[in-house]
Each structure stands twice: as structure tokens, then as C-alpha cells.
């Protein structure tokens, strides 16, 4: 029954290594979403999908890179991790425009030791 | 550009209002508003559209005014499940997405 899943839920690793997280949604929704919630909390977009095409892409580093093999998934790769990478990433999913409400997932926690 | 809250954080007794604001120096076409506990996920509150509506969602309500450029989350008799940190977005459809403000920190005590 779960709206938008991610997994893993917590992933720590070293510097240099790559590493993926998985997205999702099964609410039928055209548009997904990868935010980054930084230890003060702020939230920022990184990409955005409508319907499997990349439609932001926020100034993220080359080494993000996000893949949406259809409209209800959406991954994130992650290549030569950085202590800056450290993190919660949110996928999220809404019906696009904007009268319509984000559903977040419930986050991955990125530890880079 | 993100759009501004204030305050960054209040602490209420159970029973007391609060009132939070979130302000942009860009044209909104909508305001969202989420509530996030600590280590869950924000999860949607309300949206309001341009117009000057309010709305309201048990005991918490808001109004937006779009020639201020500004919104306001209203919470009443707060209760302890009140708690978290509470995030306005604003969306440009130019742009296509959501940009959320930094967040203002509710503590709700018995």
C-alpha cells in the first residue's frame, strides 16, 4: 500500500565508492522528484521527471545522475561519494503543475564516512 | 529563489496558537504547506491558489495573499502532534517545480 517507497532506508559507505537509491510510486503520478535535505534541514530539488524525460536539473554535481525507466520509477546513481554528499534524499511523486501536492517518500539517509 | 519563513522556531504550551509566514520576492502562483517530524518524511498539509483564499485543515488554516507575495499558517489550540518542522513551497510553473523555504521548527510542551 505503500505510496512512494525507497529503499535502501539507510546506506553508509566510504569515499570513492558509488552507490544507487531506488524510487517508487505507485499512485499513477507523471511527475517524479529527487530532493536533498541537508542537516539543517533544507530541502532542495535536484531533478524532476514528467513521464520518464528529464525536465530540472538543478546544479548537482555530473556525478548525480538520475534514471527514470518508467513513470513510476525514478533511481539516482551516485558515483566517487563525497563527504558533502551526506545526507536525506527524498524521491517524490505529484500528478505535475501546480495545484498538485508533492508525496514524499520516506527518505534515504547517505552517510559518507 | 527560495521564499523566506519566519520565525525559524517557536515553542508553545498545549492549547496556545502560532502563526507562521512565508514570504517570496517572486510572483506565487501557489503555496504549499507540509509538516515534517523528526525523521519521517514532510507530508502535505494544504495548497492554496491564488485568488486570496484560505483554508483550513482541523485546526490549522492558512491564507494566502498574493499581491504580498506571502502566506500564513495558522495553528490554534495546539497540541502536542502539532510538533515538527513546517515548510512552505512556492511554485513557478515557468519553472516547473517546487522551492521550499528553510523551515520553521514548532515544539508543542504539556
Known amino acids: 500500500d505503500t505510496a512512494v517507497s525507497q529503499t535502501p532506508k539507510y546506506l553508509v559507505t566510504q569515499m570513492g565508492n558509488d552507490k544507487s537509491i531506488k524510487c517508487e510510486q505507485n499512485?499513477?503520478?507523471?511527475?517524479m522528484y529527487w530532493y536533498k535535505q541537508d542537516s539543517k534541514k533544507f530541502l532542495k530539488i535536484m531533478f524532476s521527471y514528467n513521464n520518464k524525460e528529464l525536465i530540472i536539473n538543478e546544479t548537482v554535481p555530473n556525478r548525480f545522475s538520475p534514471k527514470s525507466p518508467d513513470k513510476a520509477h525514478l533511481n539516482l546513481h551516485i558515483n566517487s561519494l563525497e563527504l558533502g554528499d551526506s545526507a536525506v534524499y527524498f524521491c517524490?511523486?505529484?500528478?505535475?503543475?501546480?495545484?498538485?501536492?508533492?508525496?514524499f517518500g520516506n527518505g534515504t539517509r547517505l552517510t559518507v564516512t | 529563489q527560495q521564499p523566506v519563513q519566519s520565525p525559524q522556531a517557536v515553542i508553545l504550551r498545549e492549547g496556545e496558537d502560532a502563526v507562521i509566514n512565508c514570504s517570496s520576492s517572486?510572483?506565487?502562483?501557489?503555496v504549499h504547506w507540509y509538516r515534517q517530524k523528526h525523521g519521517e518524511a514532510p507530508v502535505f498539509l494544504m495548497i492554496l491558489l491564488k485568488g486570496g483564499e484560505q483554508k483550513g485543515h482541523e485546526k490549522i488554516s492558512a491564507s494566502f495573499n498574493e499581491k504580498k507575495q506571502q502566506s500564513s499558517l495558522y495553528l490554534t489550540a495546539s497540541q502536542l502532534s502539532y510538533s515538527g518542522t513546517y515548510f512552505c513551497?512556492?511554485?513557478?510553473?515557468?519553472?516547473?517545480?517546487?522551492?521550499f523555504g528553510d523551515g520553521t521548527t514548532l515544539t508543542v510542551k504539556p
Open positions: 517572486k510572483a506565487l502562483y501557489s
Open positions: 517524490a511523486s505529484s500528478l505535475g503543475g501546480v495545484r498538485s501536492p508533492l508525496h
Open positions: 499512485l499513477g503520478h507523471d511527475t
Open positions: 513551497g512556492t511554485e513557478n510553473p515557468d519553472a516547473g517545480k517546487s522551492t
